[in-house]
């Protein structure tokens, strides 16, 4: 995982870095996540995948809540 993209899933979920060490365990905290960030450090592999599978849980996620929607918009207009 690039840096780049490191920030963009960060910025996808929603997490500070404050917020990103503490949810990722990372003992050194806000810095470290910082040095990920801005490629100051190549990010652990382990980390790459979490943030890989949480990505793709965030999106199979508003995938089944655009679906619930829709279905529920579906059946509010032909109860009507």
């Known amino acids: 995982m690039t840096a780049p993209k490191f920030k963009a899933q960060l910025k996808q979920l929603g997490w500070s870095f404050s917020e990103a060490a503490r949810e990722l365990g990372v003992p050194s905290g806000?810095?470290?996540?910082?040095?990920?960030?801005?490629?100051?450090?190549?990010?652990?592999?382990?980390?790459?995948?979490?943030?890989?599978?949480?990505?793709?849980?965030?999106?199979?996620?508003?995938?089944v809540m655009a679906r619930f929607e829709r279905a529920q918009k579906r059946t509010s207009e032909e109860a009507r």
């Open 30 to 63: 806000r810095p470290r996540i910082h040095e990920w960030a801005t490629g100051k450090r190549k990010i652990p592999p382990y980390i790459a995948a979490h943030m890989k599978t949480l990505g793709l849980y965030g999106a199979l996620k508003d995938e």
